[in-house]
């Protein structure tokens, strides 16, 4: 039987890029926001390897990612994704566009805009 080949956990999250620095994939690991195939881990030195199936948060969106290869080194980004895959549902956006007061493509309102705005506030009828 041959001997599968491991790396550490946080080594593996910013060899893949999901973290900026080794330290922030080291602090995420500790904190017990990572899953190695379905049961929680909090040392940074778990051995994961082909195979493994990791759950984390990123973001606002929870990663689930399978290990396709180990890596050696923290290259650029396209030989990064060649290391796992995604099995993440997509992610679907409610707005795709940010609620922000506007006035229906209009411009800036204008002083008599404004001033009828204030008075529908609530808070400004004293």
Request: charged share 30%.
């Amino acid at each position: 039987m041959e001997k599968r080949e491991t790396i550490r956990l946080d080594k593996w999250l910013w060899y893949a890029r999901f973290f900026k620095t080794r330290g922030l994939a080291a602090k995420t690991v500790t904190g017990g926001h990572v899953r190695v195939n379905s049961s929680k881990v909090s040392k940074a030195s778990t051995s994961v390897g082909e195979g493994d199936v990791l759950t984390f948060p990123q973001a606002r969106h929870i990663r689930v990612i399978k290990i396709a290869a180990c890596g050696t080194r923290r290259g650029p980004a396209p030989e990064a994704q060649t290391l796992y895959e995604d099995l993440s549902p997509p992610v679907v956006s409610k707005d795709p566009v940010p609620s922000v007061p506007r006035f229906e493509g209009k411009g800036r309102p204008t002083k008599k805009d404004r001033r009828m705005t204030d008075l529908s506030r609530p808070d400004m009828l004293d």
